[in-house]
């Protein structure tokens, strides 16, 4: 059974940066052909899709949040993770990371919970 748990601060200041990270258990992240991506839904808005990195190490971004979004992985803790700079009040949302087969959005088999995050001043 694959599990995914994101973490990271609920509360930031707007200029900061965001940054979460999200587990996964059950499945290697470096399996091919798994792609994990970041997703967030702010308040009364549908899912965004912010990035990728795949099972190969590869990031795609979106291109409205490419200049300050960031994906890494650490192989050896089976971990990804997301970071955000400048973050303002319009970052507030839930953040979730998936997992996809074979695609860089779209067609998630397994989410993490989500984890809140809230910028205000």
């Known amino acids: 059974q694959v599990q995914l748990q994101e973490w990271g601060p609920g509360l930031l200041k707007p200029s900061q940066t965001l940054s979460l990270t999200c587990a996964v258990y059950?499945?290697?992240?470096?399996?091919?052909?798994?792609?994990y991506s970041w997703i967030r839904q702010p308040p009364g808005k549908g899912l965004e899709w912010m990035g990728v990195i795949g099972y190969e190490g590869s990031t795609y971004y979106s291109p409205s949040l490419k200049s300050r979004t960031s994906i890494s992985r650490d192989t050896s803790k089976n971990q990804f993770s997301l970071q955000l700079s400048s973050v303002s009040p319009e970052d507030t949302a839930v953040y979730y990371c998936?997992?996809?087969?074979?695609?860089?959005?779209?067609?998630?088999?397994?989410w993490g919970q989500g984890t809140q995050v809230t910028v205000s001043s």
């Open positions: 059950g499945g290697s992240i470096t399996t091919s052909y798994y792609f």
């Open positions: 998936a997992r996809a087969y074979g695609s860089r959005g779209g067609g998630y088999d397994y």
